[in-house]
C-alpha cells in the first residue's frame, strides 16, 4: 500500500502561482507513477497531469498545458506541481495519486489540498 500526503494549498490571485507537494511512502514499485487529479464544487474530477515514474515522461490536460510543470524529487519520494498564472477556473481541491502507467485511472489518493484562485 502507498501512502500519500499532499501540501502546498491555498488563497492566491488570478496571475499568481502555487507549488503543490505530493509526498510517498510505503509500498512504492517502478508502476507507481504520481498524478495530480482536481475536482471543483460541482464539477467531475479531471486529470490534471502525470509524472511517469520509470521514464520521467510528463502529461498535461490541455487546460493546464503551459502553465504548470510536474517534476519528482527521487530521493525525497515526492513529486511537485508548479502552478503558474492561475486563473480562477484553476480554483479545485487537488489531489495526488499512485497511477500505474499514467494511466489516468489512481490507485491510492492523498487527502486533497485546496486551491482558491481569486479574481
Known amino acids: 500500500e502507498v501512502q500519500l500526503v499532499e501540501s502546498g494549498g491555498g488563497l492566491v490571485q488570478a496571475g499568481g502561482s502555487l507549488r503543490l507537494s505530493c509526498t510517498a511512502s510505503?509500498?512504492?514499485?517502478?508502476?507507481?507513477?504520481i498524478a495530480w487529479f482536481r475536482q471543483a464544487p460541482g464539477k467531475e474530477r479531471e486529470g490534471v497531469s502525470c509524472?511517469?515514474?520509470?521514464?520521467?515522461?510528463?502529461y498535461y490536460a490541455a487546460s493546464v498545458k503551459g502553465r504548470f510543470t510536474v517534476s519528482s524529487n527521487n530521493a525525497k519520494n515526492t513529486v511537485y506541481l508548479q502552478m503558474n498564472s492561475l486563473k480562477p477556473e484553476d480554483t479545485a481541491v487537488y489531489y495526488c495519486?499512485?497511477?500505474?502507467?499514467?494511466?489516468?485511472?489512481?490507485?491510492?489518493w492523498g487527502q486533497g489540498t485546496q486551491v482558491t484562485v481569486s479574481s
Open positions: 510505503g509500498h512504492t514499485s517502478d508502476d507507481d507513477s
Open positions: 495519486a499512485s497511477d500505474p502507467y499514467c494511466s489516468g485511472t489512481g490507485v491510492y
Open positions: 509524472i511517469s515514474s520509470s521514464d520521467g515522461r510528463t
